[in-house]
């Protein structure tokens, strides 16, 4: 077997700048999953044999094509194989069978003799990428890929030609969970090359490496983990293929299958590595010595590590000025703390601490909730479920009904209940704040995690006053600074604190400062520009 | 090692501070005032020295037995059987004044910020919620504190700058009106709370990552603390006077209180208290980790995980056991706590040091190529 791994992978390729880099760097490893046993073997020179196990192996799927054709005036017999709908059958019909048939149609091509691989690679088929392959493994693999095989008649060698349909792919737009005002409006799409292909225009240099796997052993999902040399600490990434090589499953759909495979505290709420739609987002993440795992399929690229202020980060922070760019972080950590906690603190001040309130304040909240049946904690939780409901439903309604659902939501939850005196003004103004101030937080997944804490925290503060509310803070806190992401404290650079890393954390420092990258992640090449990068007033 | 996180220089000295800072904020004003009337401010100028003095000598034994603890280096001088009497006196005190300090925090809640609630739930959450951060080790715990110690600090100064409109400065005088035994009497107990802090290096020296320049930065922490804690005085005494300060239990909640600008900021005792909840259990934190370390390193043990969730049952039961009220406990801490600790925080690193010195154990240190 090593042997046949050594012959493939000295293979020649054809054009060095192929789209993709499958074969070879991959197959070790992966078991044959194709379920027969002759798959392992090796091209004979009978092609009603080698036909015979594609068509075992294929089965008779209506998708899969076997076109027969005779090369030349001797007829010699071959056999295109392809998937129809993967491979691009304008293209097949063009560059393959056009030439492989009617324009040598005369050609004295002397028996196979003449007819070797040379002539029809470099004089026949005008396709842009070819490769050579002989094991039935890595042909099966290039079909169900999309890459359509040629085999010919008492040939050992087959030719896979990268012709795959474009077809099917949405076209790149602007990301759906990542609105901005400021920056590109690209987002990644599903699929895999269009998505590598947007990184490398972000970063021409020969410095960002992509290395590709295949996991899954039914879906063989290609999966891309992406880095720049030199930057990225080699030992994360080593890591972030151990992890990756690590796992063994029937499929993988989505990039959320592999988050949650590689993550460092399954248990946690708190998502420890990031994702995003955003090839500027990628870019910039790689740029700070970071590392990305692009899945086909999805436009979810998942960078790590990924620690706890980049959740409250946004790409438009480092293309607006620096300046507002304080004051919005600011605003962001605030309605952070409020989405987690209001809640908690009203219903504790109300049932504990009263006396906190001035006295005005005490006075009129009081008159609004005369005569409401429930106390302030039990009245929380049901407009904080409501709410959690009406969100929920919006997300999953279809769009033209998603405007009643607000209309319902808002007639009923916010003025019917009031009105009916089941809930006090000032919890609908608590709860409306939380909503608002929870929609402030970039990050999803922290977003998801800060809404389920909420409850416990509700609950604690409800039986142990402001006195809760603090212990779940610490509790929180201290498990946050427990995690680690990749080798990274999760709350770096808050807690361990280090001085390079504030600039990055509450404000943003200008450009012309900014001239590290995180010590975490980006300690390989440190310095990020020039230190004397300030604008200054032009000589006289 | 039981602990295998390593800390930074500035996070041991801000978990040594917290040591001294937690509790010392709410007691230390009351027990001033109540002994050196009009000179308590002068107490935290006195207790620096013995202090500062304790750092050199704390120091001096960490170089000696680098990478070791006051509880193993202990064992290398007096050899095993002494040593380990002495590293389980050690451990005992951190044990005990870690309840004690539970015990303070609970009985803090009770009685300004929860009053119905009985004491025992207190007790368990909080010791719940120490037992998970030390289970997670030395990192944890210096993360938590470099966020929450200067929040207490600042906090504290804001106070006393915004208590400015009820200062009386005529408080003050006379100076010295009966002489200075008062005021040494006084210094007792804050000089207890002092020492806690290097008896607290002593215990971290082996574990900062980059050893460089440890006397300073301690040197650094027993200053921070003094003015701290002497900014808290003068203002309590500035305040409340000579007498009525030393009568109240806890003057500097009494400080927050009293303030009232402009009928805006007024009331902001609860959130004040809610910052010194987290300062007190950082603090309680801290002491009960040592116990836990301490008790790992005299069994010679390579984990101290497993002591947590036992060790915690006794730490919450101690805290709960031991005091009648809060009058009482207030007693113990001024008449029996403070030589107790003085005894464990200065007689014994001296000691140690003597012997080691005298049976030439450790390493020879030159002191002046370390760079103070």
Redesign the interface.
Known sequence: MIKIHKAVSRRKRQTPNRESRQGSDNIQGTENNLGTKDISARLSKDLEKNESVFQQALGNSPDVIFRYLSIGKQKVRAVLIFISGLADTASIAENILKSLTYEIRCEDLNGAEQLNLALIKENILSNAEIAEENSFEQLLKHILLGDTVLLIDSLEIAIVIFARSSQGFRAVGEPVSEALIRGPREGFIEKLQINRSMIRRKLRSPKLKFQELTIGEISQTQVCISYLDGIADKQLVSEVLERLSRIKIDGILESGYIEELIQDAPYSPFPTVRTTERPDTVAACLLEGKVAILVDGTPYVIVVPGTFIEFLQVNEDYYQSYIFVLGIRILRYLSFFITLFLPSMYVAILT??Q????STLALSLSATRQGIPFPAFVEALIMEVAFEILREAGLRLPRPVGQSVSIVGALVIGDAAVKAGLVSPAMVIIVATTAIASFTIPGFSLGLAIRLLRFPIMILSAS????????AG??L??HM??LRSFGV?Y?AP????NWPGQKDVFLRAPWWAMTTRPLDTGHQDFMREKTDLKPQKPKE | MPEKGRISLGQAAIIASSFALGTGIFVLPAFEINWAREDAWLIQVLVTFPSLILVFIVDKLGRKFPGQTIIQYSETILGKYLGKVFGFAVTLFFFWTGSVILYELAAFLVSAVIPETPMMVFLIVSGLLIAYTVYNGLETIGRLHVWFIPITVFSLIFIVLLACKEMNLNYFQPFLANGIAPVIRGARTSNSYHGCMILAMAMLTPYINKPGKIRKSYIYAVIVCSLVYGINTVGCLAVFGPFEGGRVSMPTIELVKMINIADIIQRIEVLLILNWVGAVFTMSTAWFYFSVLGTAQLFNLKKYQFLVFPMILGYIGVAALNYRSYPVFVDYIDRIWAPYAAVHEFLLPAFLLLVAIIRRRGIKTDTKSQGV
């Open positions: 504990f601490h006396e906190m309130l001035p142990l006053g402001l006195y809760g509310l603090i212990v610490f509790a806190f201290v600074s427990t404290p709350l808050i807690a361990p604190a």
